[in-house]
């Protein structure tokens, strides 16, 4: 599957941003999705993640509350939905896909197959 990330731009602390990620392909309802970031100087590091049905979410601590993880599987579209920004939450963001599975949604890295480029989300204080 391939990825394309997109949405980013620039916003006030306190404001609101939706990111979308367009996949490609007929399998996007076979994967599980998750959203990461990473800003300068930073690892990378997990946002959100959605299983293939989105029956299940899983969400960082530091987003959870805020940022809203949804994807629209006839559209082959994940989403995030990004409220009451904060300078700390300036990186570029990413989308990632991994096959699905009954395991527990996963929050690393290692374990998605699939990304897609980021898009630069900037906060300004």
């Known amino acids: 599957v391939q990825l394309q990330a997109s949405g980013g731009g620039l916003v006030q602390a306190g404001g609101s941003l939706r990111l979308s990620c367009a996949a490609s392909?007929?399998?996007?309802?076979?994967?599980?999705m998750g959203w990461f970031r990473q800003a300068p100087g930073k690892e990378r590091e997990f946002v959100a993640a959605i299983s293939w049905s989105a029956s299940r979410t899983y969400y960082a601590e530091t987003v959870k509350g805020r940022f809203t993880i949804s994807r629209d599987n006839a559209k082959n579209t994940l989403y995030l939905q990004m409220n009451s920004l904060k300078p700390e939450d300036t990186a570029v963001y990413s989308c990632?896909?991994?096959?699905?599975?009954?395991?527990?949604?996963?929050?690393?890295?290692?374990?998605?197959?699939?990304w897609g480029q980021g898009t630069q989300v900037t906060v300004s204080s």
């Open positions: 392909g007929r399998t996007f309802g076979t994967y599980d």
């Open positions: 990632a896909a991994k096959q699905r599975t009954i395991a527990a949604l996963s929050n690393k890295a290692k374990d998605f197959d699939f």
